[in-house]
């Protein structure tokens, strides 16, 4: 059976409706095929960015086919257990196919570990469900139906657990986007709530968040998945970690969900004191001040921390715009290490996974400014994007063919982040009366494996 990404670069992507593919073809004209080439057994592919994105404004139109053949792509790509994609299997099989795997190097037993596939399941849910149509399109809200029971099922996975040993593992991942997942169902009283699942929803979001309040780091606050000391120690923080999920956790308690304040607050601190004297943000720890830690290489890291913090009131619209025009103006540095083997390469440490984070968390950071301020950053972020889009129509920043699937996600919703719901602010203790305190567990039952190093 043909390799559905083969099938794409070939030019017979079969799942795309004709007036979605003329849209699409005409926003790529002038693209030439990728160079292939081989590096210690990794795909490389260098995409030639397309014509109407390397000068001229990009209009409505281009960006909304774009977003709706990115749409009929993620449904394609939506795989079984066995890696089998929605576009390859018959209609029987299709049935089966309920996750989006986000695939890094990193395995366990072999396997793409759980927290990624939840993770990655739960970002490419999300982009579904914001992508304009959504409550029209019966194919994608079958899939996200499929992906919301995958979901809860796997949190339930003995890897997921988190009551651990610490090290490495990225099942914090799965915490903090898994949450997100679930709360996207649970928004407007459940409108968008597959049939049934709405009490399943709200007890895995709760899970989520007292697997998170788990996982903090003792003392200092703060997640990471790097976790070398173990889960009763105190180690460095991850700022690329704990902004994403520090916003989950802000959505939670705008829905109702009880979060423990205290965790709020020392990983919004493990925040502020990551921040360098020159304005970056540092990889891990909470020494900001004595850091040397370069702009070009926390370009990423600089919007999550700005943006999240900025949602807590603790940055302002001068230090969010400056991480913005951080990002733009140290953009050649993501991209130089966009779809290149490797992780943390010299000389600012950029890994090929911070790319789409990169450009998803500018969209956002872009929507906290000033009315007058969003038009010309967006124009500026769209043909960025755009740029760097494949010849087949996704986006994928890794040297796999399946993290197309999360490229796309992100992508496609950094190019609609005006039209997205607005991220909840923080607004302290609000624990309702008759509600548990929400007082997590003794820190010694901290621990959170995630990712820093193979990615």
Not at 177 to 191: C, K, P, S, T
């Amino acid at each position: 059976m043909m390799n559905q990404a083969r099938r794409w670069r070939q030019g017979r992507f079969v799942g795309v409706t004709a007036a979605v593919a003329a849209a699409a073809v005409g926003a790529l004209i002038g693209t030439a095929p990728p160079a292939l080439g081989q590096d210690g057994g990794d795909l490389r592919v260098t995409p030639v960015a397309p014509k109407s994105a390397r000068g001229g404004a990009l209009d409505q139109k281009t960006i909304d086919a774009a977003i709706a053949q990115s749409v009929e792509m993620l449904v394609a790509m939506q795989e079984d257990a066995r890696g089998v994609r929605a576009s390859d299997a018959d209609e029987k099989a299709a049935g089966a196919c309920a996750q989006w795997p986000y695939e890094g190097v990193y395995r366990v037993g072999g396997e793409i570990p759980v927290g990624y596939r939840i993770g990655g399941t739960s970002i490419c849910a999300v982009a579904l469900m914001r992508a304009p149509g959504y409550d029209q399109n019966e194919g994608a809200k079958r899939a996200v139906a499929k992906a919301a029971a995958f979901v809860e099922k796997e949190l339930q996975h003995k890897l997921m657990n988190p009551d651990y040993e610490g090290g490495y593992d990225v099942r914090g991942w799965g915490y903090t986007y898994g949450l997100q997942f679930m709360l996207a169902l649970m928004e407007n009283d459940g409108a968008r709530m597959p049939e049934g699942f709405a009490e399943k929803a709200k007890a895995a979001a709760r899970w989520c968040v007292s697997a998170i309040e788990q996982t903090e780091i003792p003392q200092v606050g703060g997640w990471n998945y790097a976790r070398a000391p173990g889960k009763n120690a105190v180690s460095p923080p991850s700022p690329f970690m704990t902004g994403p999920t520090l916003q989950a956790l802000f959505e939670a308690r705008r829905q109702g969900l009880t979060v423990n304040d205290a965790v709020v607050e020392r990983g919004l601190k493990c925040l502020e004191r990551a921040r360098t004297k020159t304005g970056s943000v540092v990889y891990s720890g909470v020494d900001g001040e004595a850091s040397g830690e370069a702009v070009a290489g926390s370009v990423g890291r600089m919007l999550v921390s700005e943006t999240t913090l900025a949602l807590a009131g603790r940055s302002t619209p001068e230090r969010v715009r400056g991480s913005i025009d951080a990002f733009f103006t140290h953009w050649e540095w993501l991209e130089k290490r966009r779809r290149q083997n490797g992780t943390h390469v010299a000389p600012f440490g950029i890994a090929p996974y911070y790319f789409f984070y990169a450009h998803y968390y500018a969209a956002q950071a872009i929507e906290t400014l000033p009315r007058a301020d969003r038009g010309e950053y967006r124009r500026k972020l769209a043909q960025t994007l755009f740029g760097v889009r494949e010849q087949d129509g996704t986006w994928n920043d890794r040297v796999f063919d399946r993290s197309a699937n999360y490229g796309t996600a992100m992508a496609m919703m950094a190019l609609n982040m005006k039209n997205l719901p607005k991220p909840a602010p923080w607004e302290g203790a609000q624990v309702k009366p008759g509600e548990p305190d929400g007082a997590r567990t003794d820190a010694s039952r901290a621990g959170a494996r995630l990712e820093q190093a193979p990615g």
